[in-house]
């Protein structure tokens, strides 16, 4: 049966999300591949799904109301900006499909969240990429160049997936100025939580302030080690927040997400141990690429891009041999680059590095 023949035929060119490598049955892995908090899951959040596994026969709090309640006061935000969503993933498919319709424009970095993409093309909008400077950071005077009237959504992910860079605060502002409330500016800010206290950084929730249509986006996979169960938040103005409703799916944040997410917003021994983990391991595997001679983006993130030298496909499968997993970057156009996540022991940095040393000087001696 030809099912193309029923399906919009648009869809034929949305190219599918490719995930990290999953681990299976592998002994002794170590995987960098995507973003995950390697210290792992804290404990009130285990117990957490202990408490809750005797009501799983019971639907969720479609409203997500008590979970809403304690984002409004993490945030110190009135309630009705606050939207919880199953990750970010969703939030931005939400967004795709209230503002972008056929032959609406919607623009992006490249490389930049690979989402961003394909849920343009899903809508069958006009994906406008606009390629980051020579420091890897988001382009914005040619993003400013790029609005008209035309343009419906601006997704600007500050820090930068997968670059790890930041769009400074003039920056931002002048984005904003530019597009002047003509369409909607995505703030995804996924790793707000490792950005450096010294950066010239400006928070999406002092954005949405002054700015009716900015949308912030939070995840909480990252900084709560909370990958698994898949919670985030849309935080805007309240206009923007019953818009987005409309598509909502029912019973859209779990049982299990809310009542862990509640619980580990009360963690602040863990959020702080993240943050100083990772900067700690960040400075580590830093110093470790300079010693080995490779050029890497300075980070703000939990995750580092470095240019290997040879191809970066190969370089996974090798490294893999080793049970180190990696995320090649040849699907956004950087064919020798990869992308590591922080490891949380300095031990696995170091193993890191000396899988990376030897399979790059392996593949060179084949080449």
């Known amino acids: 049966m030809d099912l193309t023949r029923l399906m919009k035929k648009h869809l034929l060119q949305v190219q599918p999300y490719v995930a990290g490598r999953p681990i299976r049955e592998e002994k002794n892995v170590l995987k960098l591949a995507s973003n995950e908090n390697l210290l792992g899951v804290p404990e009130s959040v285990k117990r957490k799904i202990q408490e809750i596994a005797s009501n799983l026969n019971l639907y969720p709090d479609d409203g997500s109301y008590f979970l809403k309640k304690k984002l409004a006061e993490y945030y110190k935000i009135d309630e009705d900006y606050i939207f919880p969503t199953s990750g970010a993933v969703e939030a931005i498919y939400y967004v795709a499909q209230v503002f972008l319709d056929e032959g609406d424009e919607t623009i992006m970095s490249k490389p930049g969240f690979p989402i961003f993409n394909i849920v343009g093309k899903i809508q069958n909008a006009v994906c406008i990429f606009v390629d980051v400077d020579r420091n890897f950071v988001a382009d914005v005077d040619e993003m400013v160049k790029r609005v008209n009237d035309k343009t419906k959504v601006v997704w600007l992910d500050n820090?930068?997936?997968?670059?790890?860079?930041?769009?400074?605060?003039?920056?931002?502002?002048?984005?904003?100025?530019?597009?002047?409330?003509?369409?909607?500016?995505?703030?995804?800010?996924?790793?707000?939580?490792?950005?450096?206290?010294?950066?010239?950084?400006?928070?999406?929730?002092?954005?949405?302030?002054?700015?009716?249509?900015?949308?912030?986006?939070?995840?909480?996979?990252?900084?709560?080690?909370?990958?698994?169960?898949?919670?985030?938040?849309?935080?805007?103005?309240?206009?923007?927040?019953?818009?987005?409703?409309?598509?909502?799916?029912?019973?859209?944040?779990?049982?299990?997400?809310?009542?862990?997410?509640?619980?580990?917003?009360?963690?602040?021994?863990?959020?702080?141990?993240?943050?100083?983990?990772?900067?700690?391991?960040?400075?580590?595997?830093?110093?470790?690429?300079?010693?080995?001679?490779?050029?890497?983006?300075?980070?703000?993130?939990?995750?580092?891009?470095?240019?290997?030298?040879?191809?970066?496909?190969?370089?996974?499968?090798?490294?893999?041999?080793?049970?180190?997993?990696?995320?090649?970057?040849?699907?956004?156009?950087?064919?020798?680059?990869?992308?590591?996540?922080?490891?949380?022991?300095?031990?696995?940095?170091?193993?890191?590095?000396?899988?990376?040393?030897?399979?790059?000087?392996?593949?060179?001696?084949?080449?």
């Open 159 to 367: 820090p930068n997936n997968p670059c790890g860079t930041i769009v400074e605060r003039d920056g931002v502002l002048k984005l904003l100025d530019a597009i002047n409330g003509r369409c909607i500016l995505v703030y995804d800010e996924a790793y707000v939580d490792f950005v450096e206290p010294d950066a010239d950084y400006i928070n999406g929730l002092e954005l949405i302030k002054e700015h009716e249509n900015v949308i912030v986006m939070r995840t909480y996979s990252k900084i709560f080690g909370m990958a698994g169960i898949r919670s985030g938040t849309i935080i805007a103005h309240p206009d923007i927040v019953s818009i987005l409703s409309k598509v909502r799916i029912p019973f859209n944040v779990n049982s299990v997400a809310q009542a862990c997410l509640m619980a580990a917003m009360e963690e602040d021994e863990f959020y702080r141990r993240s943050v100083e983990t990772n900067a700690k391991m960040r400075s580590l595997v830093s110093a470790l690429l300079n010693e080995y001679g490779f050029y890497y983006v300075p980070s703000h993130t939990n995750f580092v891009l470095v240019d290997t030298g040879v191809d970066c496909v190969l370089l996974a499968e090798e490294m893999g041999k080793d049970g180190v997993f990696v995320r090649p970057m040849k699907g956004v156009g950087l064919p020798k680059f990869i992308r590591v996540s922080f490891p949380a022991k300095e031990e696995d940095c170091l193993r890191f590095i000396e899988s990376l040393n030897r399979s790059v000087q392996k593949l060179r001696a084949q080449s």
